[in-house]
């Protein structure tokens, strides 16, 4: 590692949301800077933006802080940049590294048909179209606007990688490139390049969609005589049928991640190994051990497959490592939008909600599952499933339900040991299986035949709770017709 303090960056464009691939790009770049003690900053790209600036760039800035990756300096805008980029470009002219071209859009497009024709390759040289010196006066004169482009010199464009190594490229493959538009509009490239070296980047690490990007703007580096910062460009993100994801094809705003229960640690740690590997086996690791595990030379070469399986494995895993509480905080809103509860129904009855989260999370891979799964601790008026009653709520069961309520409610003591006990020795008496039991009572409490383990569950859900909703069912299963 250099001397020069460690500072990258990420430099979304406004689209109006973080995609999957820009938020991992950011990941690494977070990791970087921590590991590293250095700076995380971020960029908007937004000059060509045309609508509110705001509402495309706040959820970017919104899903950024929603994974934690808070950033160290204040955010630039390229759109307010303009004359900077117009002084640079002029340093280009000055010293002859870049020229003025009067070439119009129709002479450019024909000598591009003409080399389509002639089976020629077209990379733009200075000396393609040549316009007589009068001609270019007339149009100056006539107020015509130029375009500025770099002379791209002879020989070839190499860096090393710090994901794929050495990568070259012949300058003859690459076009003497615009740095400002005929309208007076710097280009991307240019602009990236001023900026990053003002903002003193010392590592570009993006995706590796811009490594001829790279090539061009190793040009503008070199012909402005300045540091060149190193680059690690991370492969492309796939579906698991190996097609790119695109904006068509599963490329989903980090927000809807959010909105269906995946865990901001969750996303962090699924996107941070799909460009960068640990080098072991384990895949489960909090921000701060990534943070600690983080190497610039481990990132990953091979394309990498995003997989919503894994992610909800990933989800489940992190769901675990967090406490109950932590867990009732944020599956109380839930419950509450789902219509289950209300808010003041919880907030005086935090210990049962932290009870409830405790014996659902082993079995929830999305929070919103707590809400799937575990309406029944909030609501009396849930249905049997009814393949599990036609199977458990037979005759025989409405007396065996009935004869365990009636010892459920005499205990003093109503704990998962208490219950364990009475239901073994109800059974034992009958000289039925403990399942004979289990079944029925599962369903009459929750209307589904399978959750928590039962005496668990019973001793959540409350000794008078019980006993009704045992009842409840003994009712429906002797009803009438
Ligand atoms: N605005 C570019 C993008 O969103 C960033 C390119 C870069 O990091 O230099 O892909």
């Known amino acids: 590692m250099n001397q020069t303090p460690v500072r990258v960056r990420i430099a979304p464009s406004p689209t109006g949301y973080l995609h999957v691939g820009t938020a991992r790009t950011a ?22 933006v045309e609508r509110s600036r705001s509402e495309l760039i706040e959820p970017i800035l919104e899903a950024l802080k929603w994974l934690g990756l808070d950033w160290d300096e204040e955010i630039l805008y390229q759109s307010q940049r303009t004359e900077i980029y117009n002084k640079y470009v002029q340093q280009l002219i000055d010293t002859g590294y870049a020229y003025c071209s009067y070439v119009t859009a129709e002479e450019l497009e024909a000598a591009r048909q003409k080399a389509l024709a002639e089976k020629r390759s077209f990379y733009y040289r200075e ?12 149009r100056i004169d006539a107020g015509a606007g130029y375009a500025v482009r770099l002379r791209i010199p002879e020989g ?94 599963g490329d989903k705003d980090v927000a809807e991640y959010k909105k269906e229960g995946i865990l901001p640690e ?6 941070c190994l799909l460009g960068w590997s640990p080098k072991n086996d384990r895949e489960i690791y909090t921000r701060e051990e ?29 769901i675990q490592m967090k406490s109950d509480h932590e867990l009732a905080v944020m599956v109380a809103p ?30 929830v891979k999305r929070l919103s599952d707590f809400v799937a799964i575990g309406g029944y601790f909030f609501s009396f008026d849930y249905k049997y499933d009814e393949q599990a009653a036609q ?9 065996l339900l009935s004869e365990l309520a009636d010892r459920f409610e005499k205990l003093e003591t109503f704990d998962k ?23 029925p009572t599962r369903l009459a409490v929750s209307g589904v035949s399978a959750g928590p383990g039962l005496y668990d569950l019973l001793e959540v859900l409350s000794q008078p709770v019980v006993v009704e909703r045992m009842r409840k069912a003994v009712a429906f299963i002797n009803r009438p017709g």
């Open 391 to 399: 199977k458990h709520f037979h005759p025989e069961a409405a007396g």
């Open 417 to 439: 040991v208490s219950i364990e006990a009475t239901l073994s020795e109800l059974a034992d008496e009958k000289g039925l299986k403990k399942a004979m039991l289990i079944h």
């Open 290 to 318: 990534l943070i600690e595990l983080f190497d610039k030379n481990n990132f990953n070469s091979a394309n990498a497959v995003f997989d919503e399986e894994k992610l909800l494995a990933f989800n489940h895993a992190h």
């Open 334 to 363: 839930l419950l509450v939008d789902a219509g289950l509860t209300t808010k003041y129904w919880l907030e005086t009855r935090w210990t049962y909600l932290r009870q409830v989260v405790a014996v659902l999370k082993e079995r």
């Open 156 to 249: 070839e464009t190499s860096f090393d990688d710090l994901v794929s190594g050495r990568i070259s490229k012949k300058n003859e493959d690459i076009e003497d490139l615009i740095i400002a538009r005929s309208d007076g509009t710097p280009t991307y490239n240019l602009a990236v390049v001023v900026d990053d070296h003002e903002m003193g980047i010392t590592h570009i690490i993006r995706g590796n969609d811009h490594i001829s990007n790279t090539f061009k703007q190793m040009h503008i580096y070199r012909a402005l005589d300045l540091k060149i910062p190193e680059f690690g460009h991370v492969p492309l993100i796939l579906r698991p049928d190996k097609r790119k994801v695109s904006k068509r094809l």
């Open 266 to 271: 969750t996303m962090f740690n699924y996107l």
């Open 127 to 138: 000396n393609f179209i040549q316009l007589p010196p009068e001609e270019i006066q007339r």
């Open 27 to 48: 990941i690494a770049n977070y990791l970087f800077a921590r590991h590293y003690g250095g700076r995380f900053l971020i960029r908007i790209e937004d000059t060509d």
